[in-house]
């Protein structure tokens, strides 16, 4: 059956939005932080230093909406940010010690999205599951 008549958008839409307005409630209330903002968080603590322009490209966002994002972290005193030792132009960021607290406390609520997902897929659902968004992923890459 095609994707067409599954609904597949349609589908993804909906599961995608009911999954970020039960992560964003938890996440405001766990570290007063949006999916978004967590998103750009979570990748500075594992690759730090980075750029906004690494950030913007691993997102798939322009840097305009990443200069949003991470003024509001800096403004939390989530993340810093200095000159680039090796290119002027370029700002890098980390993680402060406070951004790395609001990790912690978001360990909590994506535990809890992802349990009522282990609750109700099985492992080989999951499994099969991933894989099948990681084609999804790739098959729009390059628009």
């Known amino acids: 059956m095609s994707a067409s008549a599954q609904r597949i958008y349609f589908l993804l839409q ?27 968080l979570i990748l500075v603590a594992e690759s730090e230093p980075v750029t906004q322009k690494f950030l913007a490209d691993r997102l798939k966002q322009n840097e305009s909406a990443m200069t949003a994002m991470v ?26 010690r406070k951004g790395k607290g609001a990790l912690e406390k978001m360990r909590k609520p994506f535990g809890k999205i992802n349990g009522q997902l282990d609750a109700r897929l099985s492992e080989k659902e999951i499994a099969t599951l991933a894989k099948s968004l990681k084609t999804v992923i790739a098959a729009f890459e390059d628009d």
């Not at 939005?17 to 978004?36: C, F, G, P, W, Y």
């Open 71 to 96: 003024n509001r972290l800096l403004k939390l005193d989530y993340l810093t940010r200095q000159r680039s030792e090796t290119d002027g132009r370029a700002w890098q960021l980390r993680t402060t």
């Open 14 to 40: 909906v599961a995608a939005h009911q999954m970020k307005k039960a992560a964003d409630v938890r996440l405001i209330e766990a570290a007063n932080l949006s999916t978004a903002q967590a998103a750009v």
